[in-house]
């Protein structure tokens, strides 16, 4: 049975198990809720998740072991001498499975028998088979590839019926189970909250594991790294110069410069609008036109990177080339080209300016009104108000806020490829093309890249580095913002 409706059959089987588990508590107290232990629901959603639980359990470690059990034992019948690393393997057990994926969809449409798609041998009619059901294949198919997917076939089919009769067994076991034991003096909501905190404390734990699992892959990679690259030309070196065919120069300065030159400009641009504008919205605006502006404003947080990049790659570097190239109204030929970092600093500041504005309005809110009413009442103005006392007490929470922005524009990539350039040098021009420590991360591991190499390991160094800096403005941010913000009744 696919393992779509296998997870629907779970379904109905965990919504059967509801409706009789209430109706047989029910009965069983003769109708009256008043000798339940529990609410009815509660037995129902018991006897549910008794069922789905297991079942739903099983399938999906079945659904992640199963094909790694199969692919290993099909691998290990093709003859070693037909592969030459690893990589190769992969390559040609790819091919394994849309042969086998071919002739189970062969086998469903009618155009083979099961035990004709068993008894193939020709590699050319196999090929000829699939171009008609349009399952494409990158390179001839070899007639141990088609026994392997034979093969392939058979312990996937196999495994998927074990896997319907396991989960159903698993998911009947536990129903009848819990439906047994469904009584007026069962305990039904102390095991429904049981389970429901182990479902909250499991989320949480993949939370946290995930990012300890990333941590960790960075760590022993950048480790990796330095053993194959000294760290000090790494960190202090002043020329970025990979080379896939060795020689490289990966010193680390150029990027770093390129990254922080971007996002100060683009804090230049955010930090001044955006607190102007929580200030606006929070203190002159009215209800309506609060109502209106706000959302308007945050709309620009919805907007995709991709296509704030190419909003600089269109629209905004060619307009700067207008101003300040050779051509331009300026006449000074500052810029040559449309990607600069004052392209990607401004259109990235623009994409930090709801981030800002949206934290600033929220800390400005959070000052009492009394303290506006105390600074009114002794004969300040509103704008008085806001210099000396709303904007002094929300003080720290807004330098949290422009931290954790500068966090976001250090970790962009997508405005910076569209809109900075690629070129790593180290300059005071900021009409010039650079780039930054995210889009040399993305460059270093396109393509077949071998992680053998410094030169595809740099990419973890990098991650690395840029974690450990985001982390340590984020914790500034943390530490600023509960050190000296005020509590309010």
């Not at 196999?126 to 070899?142: K, M, P, Y």
């Amino acid at each position: 049975m696919p393992a779509l409706w296998l997870f629907i059959t779970v379904l109905v089987l965990g919504l059967a198990g509801f409706v009789l588990g209430r109706k047989r508590v029910m009965a069983d107290a003769g109708g009256d809720i008043r000798k339940l232990h529990s609410l009815p629901n509660y037995y129902g959603a018991n006897v549910m998740l008794s069922a789905l639980i297991p079942s739903l359990g099983l399938l999906v470690l079945w659904l992640i072991v199963q094909p790694m059990i199969v692919q290993a034992t099909v691998a290990s019948h093709i003859p070693t001498e037909n592969y030459a690393d690893s990589g190769a393997l992969n390559l040609l057990m790819s091919d394994v499975r849309r042969v086998a994926d071919g002739l189970t969809l062969a086998v469903s449409q009618g155009a083979l028998s099961p035990q004709a798609a068993q008894d193939l041998t020709g590699a050319d009619d196999v090929r000829g088979l699939l171009g008609n059901l349009g399952i494409a294949l990158g390179t001839d198919i070899e007639d141990y590839v088609l026994t392997a997917a034979q093969e392939y076939r058979v312990k996937s089919n196999t495994g998927n019926w074990i896997m319907t009769v396991a989960v159903i067994a698993a998911g009947v076991l536990g129903f009848a189970l819990a439906l047994r034991a469904t009584s007026k003096s069962h305990r039904a909501r102390n095991s429904v909250e049981k389970v429901i905190l182990a479902l909250l404390i499991g989320a949480a734990s993949i939370a946290v594991l995930t990012t300890i699992g990333i941590v960790f892959s960075l760590i022993f990679n950048t480790i990796e790294f330095f053993k194959l690259y000294p760290a000090d030309e790494f960190f202090f070196g002043t020329t970025w110069a990979p080379s896939f065919g060795g020689g490289s120069e990966l010193g680390i300065l150029p990027l770093f410069w390129g990254t922080f030159y971007i996002s100060i400009i683009s804090l230049l641009v955010a930090v001044p609008i955006g607190l102007f504008a929580a200030v606006y919205l929070s203190e002159y605006a009215g209800p309506k036109m609060r109502g209106i502006a706000k959302p308007l404003l945050e709309v620009l947080a919805g907007i995709p990177t991709i296509v704030y990049g190419l909003f600089a790659l269109i629209t905004v570097g060619p307009m700067l080339v207008g101003l300040f190239g050779k051509d331009g109204s300026f006449g000074v030929n500052w810029m040559q080209g449309g990607s600069a970092v004052m392209t990607a600093g401004l259109v990235m500041g623009v994409m930090l300016i709801p981030f800002i504005s949206s934290l600033s309005d929220d800390i400005i809110n959070s000052v009492p009104q009394a303290m506006r009413d105390g600074s009114l009442g002794l004969g300040a103005t509103k704008s008085e108000t806001i210099k000396q006392v709303i904007l002094p007490a929300a003080l720290p929470g807004i330098v949290g806020a422009i931290l954790l922005a500068a966090s976001r524009a250090i970790g962009e990539t997508m405005i910076v490829v569209l809109g900075a350039g690629a070129a790593a040098r180290l300059s005071m021009n900021p009409f010039e093309a650079m780039t930054t420590v995210t889009t040399r991360i993305v460059s270093q591991l396109t393509g077949d890249a071998d992680f053998s190499s410094p030169e595809a390991l740099v990419a973890f160094a990098l991650g690395m580095t840029l974690f450990v800096i985001t982390l340590c403005l984020n914790i500034v941010a943390l530490l600023i913002v509960r050190k000296y913000r005020e509590q309010y009744d």
